[in-house]
C-alpha cells in the first residue's frame, strides 16, 4: 500500500504513512459524523417508543452522552486536520526542497532546454495546486469510499430494503464520475498547457520588451498574446461546462436517495414491515450519509487536475542526474579531449571526434567559424553535458566520473552573456569566493577595471545593480563577470568571448588583470577577434565540429590554413574600415 502510494502520487516515504493516516482519521470523521443522528434516535426511541427491552435513562445521561459525543468529535476533527493538513504541507515543502535537490544534480545544460517559466510554474504552482489536492480531495475521497462501505453494510444488515433504497444511488453516481474523468483529464491538460503557453509569452514578452519595441512589434506581440486568451478562454469554457455539468448530475443522481427512501419506508409502513422508529432512521441518515460523497463531487476539479501536475513533478524527479566521486586528488591541471562526439538531439551532432590537449600553464584559444563547436567544447570541459563518445581527462581522470558540483570547483567561467543577481556590487563578484573579504573584493574589481566606475555609483559597492544588472552597461557587467573569476582564483580558467561587450581601450585594460587570472592555469578562451588570441600558446580551429588544425599561432599563420585565413580576413576588414 506504502509502494502504491509513493508511486502513484510522488510522494516520500514518511508523505505516503500521512497519506495513510488521513485517509484512517478522515474515516473516522465521517462515521464520527453520523453519530448525531444515531444518538437522536436511540433518544426518541427510549423516550417516545414502547420497545420493552430499552431502559429509560434521566436527562443528565443523555447530556452527559452528548458532551462525550461531542468531545470524541472535536477530538476526531482534530487529528483529522493535523493528519490532512498540516502534515500535507510539510509534505509539500519536502516536496518543493526534493525539486529543488534534483535540479541542482541536473547538468547545467538542462536549463538552457527549458522554459524557466515552464519549471517556476512546476515548484511554485504545481506544488501549491498538489497541496491543495492532498489535503482537501485525495484523502476524503478514499475515507468517503471506506465509510460509505461501512456504513452502507451496517445498514443492510439492519434494513436491506431500506437500505437498498438509500444506497442504490453511489453506485450511478460514483460511475458517472468515473465515465466523465477520462473527459476531464484531457479538458485539463489542454488547458493546463494553454495556460503555460500564456505564462511563457508573458515572460517573453517582458525579456524581449528591447527588442520588441526597437521592431515596432508591439502589435504583432499583442495579437499574437490575444489570440492564445482566447483559446485560453474557450478552454476554461469547456473545462467549467464539463466540470458544471457531471458532477452537479452525479448530485442529482444522489438527491434522488432520499425520495427513494420515502416512498419506500412508506410503502413498507403501510405494509406494518418496518416500525415507525426504523423508518425515521433511515430518513435520518440519509440527510448526512451522502455528504462525503457530494465532497468528492465538489473537489473533482482538484482530482482531474492531479495526474497532469504529478506527470509534471515526476518529470522532474526522474531526469538522469550527473553522479560521480566527490574526492578526486588532482596532480595536474591538463584538460584533454579524446575523440569525442557529442551531439544535443540525434539528428543535431555538433561535435565529431575532437581531440586536444589544453595544457597547464598555457593559454589555448578555440576559433572558428560561428556554429561550429566552440562553445559546446568549452562547455563539455566542465561537463554541463555528458558527450556521446570519447572522452575528456582533467588531470588524467575521466570527469565524467567526478561529481559536477566537485568539478566545478576547479572552474572559474566567464560567458559571453553575462548574469547578475539583483544585489549589490559586492555581493555580485562575491560570488566567486563568498567568504573573501572586502579587501579581497576589492582587489579584484580593481585588476578587473571595475574600481573606477563602481565608486561613481551612489553607494559604491553596496550599490542594487538591479535585476541581471540592469543599471550597468554590457561592458560593466562583462567587467563585474571577470572580477567574479579573478576572485574565485580556480585553476581552470573558460573564457568565452570574455572581452566582446568591451571597446578597444578597456579591452587592453583589463587583459593586465586577465593576464593576472590564468597565471600558472589552465586557460581555453574562445574568441572571435583574432587580436584577442595573439598570444596565446595554442590554437585548436574548429570548423564543422572538427579539429581542422591545431598549434601555436607562429606555426598556423606558417602553415597558411584556415587560422591565417581569419587572420587575414579581419586584417583586411580593419584596413578597409580605417
Known amino acids: 500500500m506504502m509502494k502504491y502510494f509513493q508511486n502513484r502520487f510522488a510522494l516520500s516515504e514518511k508523505g505516503a504513512n500521512d497519506l495513510l493516516r488521513g485517509i484512517v482519521f478522515s474515516t473516522l470523521l465521517n462515521l464520527a459524523l453520523m453519530l448525531p443522528p444515531t444518538y437522536l434516535f436511540l433518544f426518541l426511541m427510549e423516550y417516545i417508543g414502547t420497545h420493552p427491552q430499552l431502559q429509560r435513562h434521566t436527562l443528565w445521561f443523555y447530556l452527559l452522552v452528548a458532551a462525550v459525543l461531542a468531545a470524541v468529535m472535536f477530538f476526531v476533527a482534530r487529528w483529522q486536520y493535523d493528519s490532512t493538513y498540516t502534515t500535507v504541507y510539510n509534505e509539500s515543502a519536502k516536496r518543493r526542497i526534493s525539486i529543488a535537490e534534483k535540479l541542482r544534480q541536473l547538468p547545467l545544460a538542462f536549463f538552457g532546454e527549458r522554459n524557466l517559466s515552464d519549471l517556476t510554474s512546476t515548484v511554485m504552482e504545481d506544488c501549491t495546486e498538489l497541496e491543495h489536492t492532498f489535503s482537501h480531495a485525495v484523502p476524503q475521497l478514499f475515507a468517503s469510499i471506506i465509510s460509505i462501505l461501512i456504513i452502507a453494510v451496517s445498514l443492510f444488515c439492519y434494513d436491506w430494503r431500506l437500505a437498498a433504497a438509500l444506497f442504490y444511488v453511489v453506485p450511478l453516481a460514483l460511475a458517472t464520475l468515473l465515465l466523465s474523468r477520462h473527459l476531464l483529464n484531457k479538458v485539463f491538460a489542454r488547458h493546463y498547457l494553454t495556460k503555460r503557453g500564456i505564462t511563457e509569452q508573458i515572460q517573453e514578452g517582458l525579456e524581449c520588451v528591447q527588442e520588441i519595441k526597437s521592431y515596432s512589434g508591439e502589435q504583432a506581440y499583442c495579437s499574437s498574446f490575444d ?83 504529478i506527470n509534471r513533478t515526476k518529470e522532474i524527479e526522474t531526469m538522469p542526474a550527473q553522479q560521480g566521486c566527490k574526492d578526486v586528488a588532482l596532480t595536474h591541471y591538463d584538460i584533454e579531449f579524446r575523440n569525442v ?18 595544457r597547464q600553464g598555457e593559454v ?41 558540483e566537485a568539478l566545478l570547483k576547479n572552474y572559474a567561467i566567464v560567458f559571453q552573456d553575462v548574469l547578475l543577481f539583483n544585489a549589490s556590487v559586492a555581493d555580485n563578484i562575491r560570488i566567486g569566493k563568498r567568504n573573501a573579504t572586502d579587501e579581497e573584493v576589492h582587489r579584484a574589481a580593481q585588476l578587473a577595471q571595475c574600481d573606477d566606475f563602481i565608486h561613481r555609483m551612489p553607494q559604491g559597492y553596496d550599490t542594487i545593480i538591479g535585476e541581471n544588472g540592469e543599471t550597468l552597461s554590457g561592458g560593466e557587467r562583462q567587467r563585474i563577470s571577470i572580477a567574479r573569476a579573478l576572485l574565485k582564483n580556480a585553476p581552470i580558467i573558460l573564457l568565452d568571448e570574455a572581452t566582446a561587450s568591451l571597446d578597444a581601450e578597456n579591452e587592453t585594460k583589463i587583459q593586465a588583470g586577465i593576464s593576472e587570472l590564468v597565471r600558472d592555469k589552465t586557460v581555453i578562451i574562445i574568441a572571435h577577434r583574432m587580436r584577442t588570441v595573439r598570444n596565446a600558446d595554442k590554437i585548436v580551429v574548429l570548423s564543422g565540429g572538427t579539429v581542422s588544425e591545431q598549434g601555436t599561432p607562429d606555426e598556423l599563420m606558417a602553415a597558411n590554413g584556415e587560422f591565417a585565413r581569419m587572420v587575414k580576413l579581419q586584417q583586411d576588414d580593419g584596413t578597409a574600415a580605417g
Open 227 to 309: 489570440q492564445r486568451l482566447k483559446r485560453y478562454e474557450q478552454a476554461l469554457v469547456r473545462s467549467e461546462l464539463i466540470v458544471g455539468t457531471f458532477p452537479n448530475l452525479s448530485v442529482v443522481l444522489l438527491k434522488l436517495g432520499m425520495p427513494t427512501v420515502i416512498l419506500v419506508g412508506a410503502w413498507l409502513l403501510q405494509r406494518g414491515d418496518v416500525s415507525p422508529f426504523v423508518y425515521l432512521a433511515f430518513l435520518i441518515v440519509s440527510a448526512m450519509v451522502y455528504n462525503p460523497i457530494q465532497e468528492v463531487c465538489n473537489n473533482l476539479v482538484l482530482l482531474s487536475y492531479l495526474d497532469v501536475r
Open 341 to 358: 562526439s557529442f551531439a544535443y538531439e540525434a539528428d543535431k551532432q555538433v561535435l565529431h571526434h575532437v581531440s586536444f590537449t589544453a
Open 364 to 404: 589555448t584559444a578555440l576559433v572558428g567559424p560561428s556554429g561550429d563547436g566552440k562553445s559546446t567544447t568549452a562547455k563539455l570541459a566542465a561537463r554541463f553535458w555528458d558527450i556521446n563518445d570519447g572522452e575528456i581527462l582533467l588531470g588524467g581522470h575521466d570527469i565524467a566520473a567526478i561529481d559536477p
